[in-house]
């Protein structure tokens, strides 16, 4: 850690204002009615006396316990039954212990759902994909009548594809517990394009999966499309969706600014703490685009991240208490499964919030601390609503943002914490 001394002039810090955006994407549905709407498609693949394995992953969709709930009544309707496999690779500390608390906090528990969680982490090889490279699938989940994937269709963080975060990387995956997804990663990002469609359709023919529940939000994160599709139809209509879900993203609307200010960061928020599709920081080489910033600034660890910290290595600076925070055997192993090392790098290291903006402020070419063209956001799923700071003005105006209020100082607590810009909330 540094206490940031500055000789000379005091920073003179720019003023900020809250401006909304317009979002994309339909307006948000009924989740549990979209599901009952769309459930005639596979009903005649639930069969009675059957015991269903629903996968659920460790994001946090926003509607994921009322969408797996409906699920399970629909399923226990025919006559069958449902147990949840928490289908997150290594999250949660790679502990079954570690990915039941990952579920809970997302509402996920035995008591909420009314069914049995098997945490398992052992696996099978089911296939090999035409390199040799083992495929591995949950033991609890083969052990089952059929599997059922739940998840969220959206761009990855790492890489392009027609296949990136969906149904059919939760099988390859998320299924694939630890071991699995070690050994597909392995193959490296820069594959994965051609690695996830190879390996989804292996799985699909050696693992009964009877359907999947395809979960698609618009620019605000609300549930916008649900469709449960069955086998068949699974991979090619998740392709469609993934087009839809890329056209409705959340994004900032500036193509280049100076200081990019981070609430939040946390593994339930994205798959790489801070989503590279925001920030433009994308650690992976097998992606890249979006929002230039020369310098990033990240305050805080979500309480649903466990202290996996994976994706800070894409900030430039940090305060001492994210660093103290970190749970470094969670952050590295979601580093070495991966094989992406570079997310879980240490930035600069500064004594509070105060410090670490202003050492990034300040680190700035060209412009002043007070010129700086700085954005703060929440986090990387909260983009409707953000502060930008006097340099960003006229293009705001151009850009057609709605101001809210007047133009307000930075305000730092007395031991340098920063709660909130202009009314955005950073905790």
């Not at 003179?12 to 769309?38: I, N, S, Y």
């Not at 890329?246 to 960061?265: I, N, T, Y």
């Amino acid at each position: 850690m540094w206490n940031l001394r500055i000789e000379g002039e005091a920073t003179v810090w720019p003023q900020f204002r809250r401006v909304t955006q317009v979002m994309k994407g339909l307006q948000e549905v009924d989740p549990a009615r979209a599901v009952v709407d769309q459930w005639p498609t596979v009903r005649t693949e639930i069969k009675a006396g059957k015991t269903y394995a629903l996968g659920v992953g460790s994001r946090g969709i926003r509607s994921i316990a009322l969408i797996v709930k409906q699920v399970i009544d629909l399923i226990r309707a025919e006559g069958a039954d449902a147990v949840i496999i928490p289908a997150m690779a290594s999250h949660g500390g790679a502990t079954a212990a570690g990915q039941r608390e990952v579920l809970a906090a997302l509402g996920i528990t035995e008591a909420t759902m009314g069914v049995a969680i098997d945490d398992d982490m052992a696996v099978e090889e089911v296939a090999r994909l035409n390199d040799g490279t083992p495929l591995y699938f949950s033991r609890a989940a083969l052990s089952r009548d059929g599997v059922i994937p739940i998840n969220r269709v959206k761009p990855h963080t790492d890489f392009h594809g027609p296949h990136e975060s969906g149904l059919c990387k939760m099988l390859v995956i998320g299924f694939g517990k630890h071991v699995g997804a070690a050994s597909v990663h392995r193959r490296g990002f820069t594959e994965f394009h051609r690695v996830l469609p190879e390996a989804g359709e292996l799985l699909l023919r050696r693992v009964p999966v009877p359907c999947g529940v395809a979960v698609v939000e618009n620019g605000r994160e609300e549930t916008a499309r649900i469709r449960v599709l069955p086998k068949a139809l699974m991979l090619a209509e998740e392709r469609a969706l993934l087009d839809e879900a890329r056209e409705w993203m959340a994004r900032l609307p500036f193509q280049h600014v100076d200081l990019l200010v981070v609430g939040r960061l946390g593994k339930n928020l994205s798959g790489s703490g801070m989503d590279p599709n925001v920030t433009g920081r994308w650690i992976s080489r097998a992606a890249t685009g979006g929002l230039e910033a020369t310098r990033l600034t990240v305050l805080n660890l979500t309480p649903e991240t466990h202290g996996n910290a994976i994706g800070v290595g894409a900030a430039d600076t940090i305060p001492r208490h994210l660093f103290e925070s970190i749970d470094w055997e969670k952050t590295y192993l979601n580093g070495l499964t991966s094989t992406e090392l570079a997310g879980a790098r240490i930035p600069m290291v500064l004594e509070n919030d105060r410090q670490a903006v202003e050492a990034a402020i300040r680190a700035i070419n060209g412009r002043t601390p007070a010129q700086g063209r700085v954005v703060v956001i929440r986090d990387t799923l909260s983009v409707e609503e953000f502060a930008i700071s006097e340099g960003l003005a006229d293009e705001a105006d151009r850009l057609g943002l709605t101001p809210h209020g007047p133009w307000e100082p930075i305000c730092f607590d007395a031991d340098g914490s920063l709660p909130s810009v202009a009314g955005i909330s950073l905790r």
